[in-house]
């Protein structure tokens, strides 16, 4: 008998024969909900969990003496996570440090790598950037003199999804001091390709940065060898550390010992931290763009979900979070959910080299399909105008878990369920 590539059977088979699916039992799972919901927030594991509780009782029992004595110390602790994330982003151990938050992080690697001279005044970044980083890039500009409507050089997306390599090396031109640019877009999950972008930079005498927020702990990066002068992401995604968690910073060690846009003691060389110099001499590395003292407790499950990760392989993950948003694409055009009368349609990439770790569904009634989705305890999210993001997540996301989202898919509108929702998204979507 032919296998039915579309039933439950064959969902259940991969998840027989899926080498992650151990991790899952590691996962604290909303009960009764499929949760697609991780490339917002992704979710406590027990291992993050225990690395927060180990972290308090160190404080307990160590008090001040755990900055040298815990288990790894806290003084070096944004260096210690740094060395852990440095293989997801293919740097070495000192060219990342976990401190900071995403847009904070932005604003520090922008005031120290913008560097607006004569004509070359521009920042490059995309009509499809998440909002909070076109307002600090507004506001990085202000601070040099220069003028945002002038000086920010927003590449327009030709289909209102993704954005042309062609386009972001067409707008390279002399006028321009920066790229910032997103890895993954946070709407369509569209993966820029990275190497492209900076080669064409750099021939053309700009530097260039990734906000990385949507692919760090999805799609691996090669950031040393594609010659990447810096990049940030949060760790509250797909790196599960928890909502608003410390972020993390990458920077190319050929700009080693540049001064920092914005500094702080915690940047200081660590061996002369406290002698309370007012003369700045900042960390040899990436460290040197910590700006405080690093919050301890919202680090800490950086270093459980790390080193879970490293225990997982994440080329591994990569390899199962494509084969997820594959099987996903798949099953909504087999069982003809692309089609009328349910009309969704599928705004990312279906070329794996152009994909990060989320599908966006997008349908016209987008709000109320989401709406509708959660009452059939679907936990997606929603991004305006039309998408609903399913992210399918390797350590903890099944593919029964696929199959069922896609039959909920189905169901909301069979049943008009979506036509009862009301208009708008919520505050929060
Ligand atoms: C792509 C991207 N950049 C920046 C941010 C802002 O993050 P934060 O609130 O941690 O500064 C987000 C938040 O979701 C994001 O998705």
Not at 151 to 156: S, Y
Not at 236 to 253: D, E, F, T
Request: aromatic residues 10%; contains cysteine.
């Amino acid at each position: 008998m032919p296998v039915d590539v579309a039933s439950l059977d064959h969902a259940r088979a991969l998840d027989a024969a899926d080498p992650l699916a151990s991790f899952r039992e590691r996962f604290y799972l909303p009960e009764g909900k499929l949760y697609f919901d991780g490339n917002s927030l992704g979710l406590l594991s027990t291992d993050a969990e225990a690395a927060v509780l180990n972290a308090l009782d160190q404080w307990k029992r160590l008090a001040i003496g755990g900055w040298m004595e815990a288990e790894p110390a806290w003084f070096t602790f944004g260096e210690e996570l740094g060395r852990l994330a440095a293989p997801l982003v293919g740097a070495e151990a000192d060219e990342v440090v976990v401190t900071g938050t995403t847009t904070v992080n932005l604003h520090n690697l922008t005031a120290t790598f913008y560097r607006p001279e004569g004509e070359r005044r521009g920042i490059i970044a995309t009509g499809l950037d998440f909002p909070s980083d076109i307002y600090a890039l507004q506001s990085q500009i202000r601070l040099k003199g220069g003028d945002p409507d002038r000086d920010l050089i927003i590449v327009p997306s030709r289909d209102g999804r993704t954005i042309e390599e062609d386009d972001l090396i067409a707008a390279m031109t002399n006028q321009v001091a920066l790229a910032m640019l997103p890895s993954v877009l946070y709407r369509s999950g569209q993966l820029l390709d990275i190497a492209r972008l900076s080669a064409a930079a750099h021939e053309r005498g700009l530097l260039i940065g990734f906000d990385c927020a949507h692919s760090a702990g999805s799609v691996p990066h090669q950031f040393d060898r594609d010659d990447v002068d810096f990049a940030f992401w949060c760790n509250y995604k797909y790196l599960n550390a928890g909502p608003g968690s410390v972020g993390a910073i990458y920077v190319n060690r050929r700009h080693f010992g540049a001064t920092p846009g914005l500094t702080g003691w915690w940047g200081y060389h660590k061996e002369r931290q406290f002698d309370m110099r007012h003369t700045w001499e900042g960390a040899p590395g990436a460290g040197a763009w910590q700006i405080s003292t690093n919050p301890l407790l919202s680090a800490a499950p950086v270093l459980g979900s790390l080193r879970m990760i490293g225990e997982a392989g994440f080329d591994r993950m990569r390899e199962k979070s494509l084969a997820m948003t594959n099987y996903l694409i798949s099953l909504l055009e087999s069982s003809g959910l692309l089609d009328a009368p349910y009309h969704y349609r599928i705004g990312t990439p279906r070329d794996v080299r152009r994909r990060g770790g989320h599908v966006s569904v997008e349908h016209d009634a987008g709000p109320k399909i989401a709406k509708a989705l959660k009452q059939l305890g679907v936990i997606p999210d929603f991004r305006p105008p039309d998408v609903v993001r399913l992210a399918p997540i390797p350590l903890y996301t099944s593919y029964a878990d696929i199959w069922e989202v896609v039959q909920r898919l189905r169901q909301v509108i069979d049943t008009g369920l979506y036509l009862q929702m009301p208009e708008g998204r919520d505050l929060v979507s």
